[in-house]
C-alpha cells in the first residue's frame, strides 16, 4: 500500500481487526468514546462521521506492518501480534510503533504447551527439542534469555497438532480457556508472555494535524478506561465521620463535601474506582454513613 496522502494528515486513521474475537469489542469501545462512522461498500475502510478520524477494517497480523508503512496513525492489535513483529527488527534497529495503552479485553497468554503424557522433568528439559509456533521471534527471544537451545519451527496455522504429526516435540500458541489444548491432548507449562488488546502507535509524535486529533481521541479514551467499573457513591453523615469514612474508600476520588442547612452533618459524593459492594456499603453504613446511594457513570472527562 502507499505511503500516507497529503489528505491524510488531516485525519486519524484507526486500524481494526475486520473479524474475530477482538474485532466486536475494539468497535464498542471507540463507539463509547463518541466515534460514529459511514461504511464502504466493501466495508474495509469507515469514514469518520463525528471526527476526522477514519476506520480500517484488516487482518490483525497487518496491522503492524501498516502502522510501520504509515498507512495507518493508530491500530487495535494484540500484544503478542506486535511484540513479534517488534521482534523481528534487527540488533540495533528501532521499531516504528509502540504500545500506547493496555485496552483491558482480549487476554491471553503465549505459553508452551507439551503432550499431557510427559512429566514435569520432561517439560523441563527443552534441549534439543523441536518448539512449533506463529510467534519465532518471541519465542526464540524467551529461549535466548533462559539459556535453551531448542529448536523453533514455524507454523502459520495449526500449531496444535503438530506434535502428533511429528513436525515438533512441542508447541508455544496463543491459549485463552486452554479448551483447544486439552482437544489435542496438550497441557500448557511455561507462559512467555501476557497479552491482551493494545492500542499502537507511532514512536515518533505526529507533527501535524493529527497531533491534535490523537490528542482529543486519547483524552477519551482514558476517560472510558478509567471509568470502567467505577461508580458515583453519595451519602449524607456527620463532619466527625468523614475522615475515618474516607479511609473506608482508598479508591475514590478526592470528594465533593457540602453542608447539609442547619445541621452539623454533610453530603459526601466520590467517583469509586473499584467494584462498591454491599460489603462496603454495610461498612460505611457502621462508620456513620446513611442515604447511601450508588449510580453508575456513563462519562467524565478530567
Same mark, same amino acid.
Given at each position: 500500500?502507499?505511503?500516507?496522502?497529503?489528505?491524510?494528515?488531516?485525519?486519524?486513521?484507526?486500524?481494526?481487526?475486520?473479524?474475530?474475537?477482538?474485532?466486536?469489542?475494539?468497535?464498542?469501545?471507540?463507539?463509547?468514546?463518541?466515534?460514529?462512522?459511514?461504511?464502504?461498500?466493501?466495508? +474495509?475502510?469507515?469514514?469518520?462521521?463525528?471526527?476526522?478520524?477514519?476506520?480500517?477494517?484488516?487482518?490483525?497480523?497487518?496491522?503492524?506492518?501498516?502502522?510501520?508503512?504509515?498507512?495507518?496513525?493508530?491500530?487495535?492489535?494484540?500484544?503478542?501480534? +506486535?511484540?513479534?513483529?517488534?521482534?523481528?527488527?534487527?540488533?540495533?534497529?528501532?521499531?516504528?510503533?509502540?504500545?500506547?495503552?493496555?485496552?483491558? =479485553?482480549?487476554?491471553?497468554? +503465549?505459553?508452551?504447551?507439551?503432550?499431557?503424557?510427559?512429566?514435569?522433568?520432561?517439560?523441563?528439559?527443552?534441549?534439543?527439542?523441536?518448539?512449533?509456533?506463529?510467534?519465532?521471534?518471541?519465542?526464540?527471544?524467551?529461549?535466548?534469555?533462559?539459556?535453551?537451545?531448542?529448536?523453533?519451527?514455524?507454523?502459520?496455522?495449526?500449531?496444535?497438532?503438530?506434535?502428533?504429526?511429528?513436525?515438533?516435540?512441542?508447541?508455544?500458541?496463543?491459549?485463552?480457556?486452554?479448551?483447544?489444548?486439552?482437544?489435542?491432548?496438550?497441557?500448557?507449562? /511455561?507462559?512467555?508472555?501476557?497479552?491482551?488488546?493494545?492500542?499502537?502507535?507511532?514512536?515518533?509524535?505526529?507533527?501535524?494535524?493529527?497531533?491534535?486529533?490523537?490528542?482529543? =481521541?486519547?483524552?477519551?479514551? /482514558?476517560?472510558?478506561?478509567?471509568?470502567?467499573?467505577?461508580?458515583?457513591?453519595?451519602?449524607?453523615?456527620?463532619?466527625?465521620?468523614?475522615?475515618?469514612?474516607?479511609?473506608?474508600?482508598?479508591?475514590?476520588?478526592?470528594?465533593?463535601?457540602?453542608?447539609?442547612?442547619?445541621?452539623?452533618?454533610?453530603?459526601?459524593?466520590?467517583?469509586?474506582?473499584?467494584?462498591?459492594?454491599?460489603?462496603?456499603?454495610?461498612?460505611?453504613?457502621?462508620?456513620?454513613?446513611?442515604?447511601?446511594?450508588?449510580?453508575?457513570?456513563?462519562?467524565?472527562?478530567?
Amino acid at each position: 500500500m502507499s505511503a500516507p496522502s497529503g489528505a491524510m494528515r488531516e485525519r486519524v486513521r484507526i486500524a481494526i481487526q475486520k473479524s474475530g474475537r477482538l474485532a466486536e469489542p475494539a468497535r464498542a469501545l471507540l463507539s463509547s468514546c463518541g466515534l460514529s462512522w459511514r461504511e464502504s461498500r466493501d466495508r +474495509l475502510f469507515c469514514h469518520g462521521d463525528s471526527t476526522p478520524i477514519d476506520l480500517l477494517l484488516v487482518r490483525d497480523d497487518d496491522i503492524p506492518g501498516l502502522l510501520a508503512e504509515g498507512t495507518c496513525d493508530l491500530g487495535i492489535v494484540g500484544r503478542n501480534v +506486535l511484540l513479534e513483529r517488534a521482534s523481528g527488527y534487527g540488533t540495533g534497529e528501532v521499531p516504528p510503533f509502540r504500545e500506547w495503552r493496555g485496552l483491558g =479485553f482480549g487476554a491471553c497468554r +503465549l505459553a508452551l504447551a507439551v503432550p499431557q503424557a510427559w512429566s514435569d522433568s520432561q517439560a523441563a528439559a527443552l534441549d534439543g527439542l523441536r518448539i512449533a509456533t506463529s510467534y519465532p521471534a518471541l519465542v526464540s527471544q524467551w529461549l535466548k534469555e533462559r539459556g535453551i537451545a531448542a529448536d523453533v519451527v514455524t507454523l502459520s496455522g495449526s500449531v496444535e497438532i503438530a506434535p502428533r504429526l511429528g513436525t515438533a516435540d512441542l508447541i508455544c500458541d496463543i491459549v485463552s480457556s486452554g479448551a483447544t489444548l486439552a482437544a489435542n491432548q496438550l497441557r500448557a507449562t /511455561d507462559i512467555v508472555l501476557d497479552s491482551e488488546a493494545v492500542l499502537a502507535g507511532p514512536v515518533a509524535p505526529f507533527g501535524d494535524a493529527r497531533a491534535e486529533i490523537a490528542g482529543l =481521541f486519547l483524552r477519551r479514551l /482514558d476517560a472510558v478506561l478509567g471509568l470502567r467499573d467505577s461508580k458515583l457513591l453519595m451519602f449524607q453523615t456527620d463532619s466527625a465521620n468523614v475522615p475515618a469514612l474516607m479511609a473506608l474508600l482508598p479508591d475514590a476520588e478526592r470528594p465533593t463535601v457540602m453542608q447539609v442547612d442547619g445541621t452539623d452533618r454533610v453530603a459526601l459524593q466520590a467517583v469509586c474506582r473499584g467494584t462498591v459492594t454491599w460489603q462496603r456499603l454495610e461498612d460505611l453504613k457502621r462508620a456513620g454513613a446513611d442515604a447511601l446511594l450508588v449510580l453508575p457513570v456513563e462519562r467524565m472527562l478530567a
